[in-house]
């Protein structure tokens, strides 16, 4: 199980937008922690400790433990809200987790070996579908990230979920009807290709709906 660094919590005895404005200027972000079937509670955390967090690559697929006085509630970020314009945090929400809560988490895909892939080496491109693999898991058992290794793929090989090694006990993709594709080791006229057929299908699908939200002009030119 991988964790994020401990934040310091404060709880928060008014909620509303002018708290909200007050703890910012006072370098606080305002917070709310929910789940696990009990109230929700309203928290404040150092801006700059959580900026430092939020630098640490995968915060939102790590459990982090919220000291609030002499009490640690063990969580997951879930959401976070930032300034139109400064990028600057603003809120966050944490979801309250214990051993047997389950989550629904994108879990990032790396790839690995690609000096070892003959396929690209013989000038084929890594075709990737899927950055990214939303799965279902326990809490306590979220995997850190996938990796993909690429060692020994020819032109023209797909990765598929099944490929992945290791993949932990209980983590589960939520894609359940067929073992899908994560990529796959392409040359350039191929990957030309298969994005002129998406184009090509994509506007035939716009043209099917167009005729099928104006039929009239349809029955017009029939008559004509």
Do not use: W
Request: proline content about 5%; hydrophobic content about 35%; charged content about 30%.
């Amino acid at each position: 199980m991988v964790m994020t660094s401990n934040l310091s919590a404060e709880t928060r005895a008014s909620v509303g937008k002018g708290n909200s404005r007050s703890l910012r200027r006072e370098g606080r972000i305002p917070a709310i922690v929910y789940g696990n079937k009990l109230e929700p509670l309203a928290i404040s955390l150092s801006e700059k400790d959580l900026n430092t967090e939020l630098r640490k690559e995968g915060f939102f697929n790590k459990l982090c433990d919220l000291e609030l006085g002499k009490e640690k509630i063990l969580v997951l970020p879930q959401s976070i809200a930032l300034h139109p314009v400064t990028d600057r945090a603003e809120h966050i929400d944490f979801l309250r987790v214990s051993d047997t809560t389950k989550v629904t988490i994108e879990i990032p895909v790396k790839f690995e070996n690609e000096e070892e892939c003959p396929g690209i080496k013989k000038g084929g491109i890594l075709n990737v579908v899927r950055f990214s693999i939303e799965v279902s898991c326990p809490a306590s058992n979220i995997p850190e990230l996938f990796i993909v290794d690429l060692t020994g793929l020819e032109l023209g090989d797909s990765i598929r979920f099944s490929n992945i090694k290791d993949v932990t006990e209980g983590v589960i993709p939520t894609i359940t009807d067929r073992d899908f594709i994560i990529a796959s080791v392409v040359a350039p006229a191929a990957l030309v290709s298969e994005e002129v057929e998406t184009e090509e299908d994509e506007e035939t699908t716009d043209e099917e709906n167009a005729s099928e939200e104006n039929p009239a002009e349809d029955n017009e030119k029939k008559e004509e």
